[in-house]
């Protein structure tokens, strides 16, 4: 493959707290780019690239020291355009990654979507926590360029305008727009945060 065609083709992060809509969003866009994705979590589970099951916080804890050398030699050699998938798809290295998207949800909307995914009351409770502290942002920041990271708001558009949202971001590539997104902010003003933070 040319220079060129290497250059062009996408690999597209996303990433975002359970419930905020990656796997949905990640299979629109795969039509729309011809691409595959690779569902992190999936992937470390078939491979077997799980070090332990945390069984008080039901969470699979990944060998990243297995992962990495995968993703670097999996990502390179493929062809076609890529999606990766997963609320750690901050570990894909930054070389590897065009863009990096992250889905947000209001914290009350996140509530109904895990309620509905039957995820336990701790587990709900810690992944709002998260929602609202923007850690999966807080990671991408931590190991990709900023101007590759783009904040996606799920919480009330359909998600035909949601991927119309992405790919604008995807294609014309404007300013981040890091920070816009503030539940914190929001929780206080209607003084919910302890809803949140007993
Ligand atoms: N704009 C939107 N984008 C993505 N998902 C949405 C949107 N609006 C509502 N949803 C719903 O939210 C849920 C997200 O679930 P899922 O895609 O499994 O999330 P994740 O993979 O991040 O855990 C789905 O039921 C989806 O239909
Ligand atoms: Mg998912």
Same mark, same amino acid.
């Given at each position: 493959?040319?220079?060129?065609? &290497?250059?062009? $083709?996408? +690999?597209?992060?996303?990433?975002? @707290?359970?419930? @905020? ?31 332990e099951?945390?069984?008080? $916080?039901q ?6 020291k297995?992962?990495? /050398? ?11 355009? #890529? ?8 570990? +894909?290295?930054? !070389? ?8 947000? @949800?209001?914290? !009350?909307?996140?509530? &109904? ?6 995820f ?48 604008? #971001?995807?294609? $014309?590539? /404007? ?11 929001? #929780? ?6 302890? $809803?949140?933070?007993?």
């Amino acid at each position: 493959m040319s220079n060129e065609l &290497k250059k062009k $083709r996408l +690999v597209i992060l996303i990433s975002g @707290t359970p419930g @905020t809509g990656k796997t949905t969003i990640a299979q629109y866009l795969k039509k729309k780019y011809s691409a595959n994705v690779l569902n992190l979590t999936e992937l470390a589970i078939q491979k077997d690239f799980i070090l332990e099951i945390d069984e008080e $916080r039901q969470t699979k804890i990944v060998d990243l020291k297995k992962l990495l /050398p995968f993703l670097e030699s999996f990502i390179p050699s493929h062809q076609d355009n #890529l999606i990766i998938e997963g609320h750690y798809a901050d570990v +894909v290295p930054d !070389h590897l990654t065009s863009v990096f998207i992250i889905l947000r @949800t209001e914290p !009350h909307i996140l509530e &109904k979507r895990l309620k509905e995914k039957k995820f336990s009351p701790s587990k709900i409770l810690e992944n709002i926590q998260s929602e609202i502290l923007g850690a999966c942002t807080s990671a991408a920041l931590e190991t990709h360029e900023r101007e590759k990271i783009y904040e996606v708001d799920t919480s009330n558009s359909p998600v035909d305008e949601t991927i119309k949202t992405i790919q604008f #971001l995807i294609e $014309r590539k /404007p300013p981040t727009n890091i920070g816009k997104i503030n539940w914190m902010r929001k #929780l206080e003003e209607s003084n919910e945060l302890l $809803r949140y933070f007993p």
